[in-house]
């Protein structure tokens, strides 16, 4: 059973930066995979933040690209996300995912269809920003 474990989060002041982890011990890492972190603001909707896919290739979601970086130590079986400069408006609740998808697929794609590229979810942790 995948289960993927965040840790991180918090609250911090606008312009701080903030590093949020997730662990997927159960999840198999040499099968073509995707790996995502979104966001959800209070009252709305789920939003895709970022995506890494098996080949290596990244995508951000437009209200947040430039102020954060996914990465992964497969090693580790551990996805980060690193959010700089936080603004007021960055504050939701912080979603891991992963999922297993078609060879060939690139992390943009897994964006643009996270319903169904995302399989498996982490437990969620709240980012608070405020003065």
């Known amino acids: 059973q995948v289960q993927l474990v965040q840790s991180g989060g918090g609250s911090v002041q606008p312009g701080e930066s903030l590093k949020l982890s997730c662990v997927a011990p159960?999840?198999?890492?040499?099968?073509?995979?995707?790996l995502g972190w979104f966001r959800q603001p209070a009252g709305k909707e789920r939003e895709g933040g970022a995506a890494?896919?098996?080949?290596?290739?990244?995508s951000y979601g437009d209200s947040v690209e430039g102020r954060i970086t996914i990465s992964l130590d497969a090693t580790k079986k551990t996805l980060y996300l690193e959010m700089h400069d936080l603004k007021p408006e960055g504050a939701a609740m912080y979603y891991c995912a992963a999922g297993y998808i078609l060879q060939g697929t690139v992390a943009a794609e897994t964006l643009a269809t996270w319903s169904k590229s995302f399989g498996y979810w982490g437990q969620g942790t709240q980012v608070t920003v405020s003065s």
């Open positions: 890494i896919d098996s080949g290596g290739g990244a």
């Open positions: 159960g999840f198999m890492f040499p099968k073509t995979y995707c």
